[in-house]
């Protein structure tokens, strides 16, 4: 479930997502929102994700975050030509 606020989040994982994904918030935020989350419920899976690029990703990891989506990584990505003949 995509979420915006840890308020979101909890009732997500209350309603019984498995996991929540907490989507464009500041690093600060993000860390203090999936602590709390975690707290909460210790088995739920917390992805991070918005505006996350390499330059930044090491600021989105934690002790609190499963997983980080990085958009970057498919609509910034250059366009190959090529072709394949058999």
């Known amino acids: ?14 309603a019984g997502a498995d996991i929540v994904l907490l989507d464009n918030l ?5 860390h203090a929102a999936a602590a709390r989350v975690k707290a909460a ?6 992805e ?19 997983v980080v989506s990085m958009g970057c ?3 910034s990505a250059p366009a190959l030509d090529f072709a394949l003949r058999v």
């Open 1 to 14: 479930v995509e979420c915006s606020s840890a308020e979101e989040a909890l009732a997500a994982a209350g």
């Open 26 to 30: 500041a690093p600060q935020e993000l």
């Open 41 to 46: 419920h210790p088995r739920l899976m917390v």
């Open 48 to 66: 991070a994700s918005g505006g996350i690029v390499l330059e930044t990703l090491p600021q989105f990891l934690g002790p609190h975050i499963d």
């Open 73 to 75: 990584l498919t609509h």
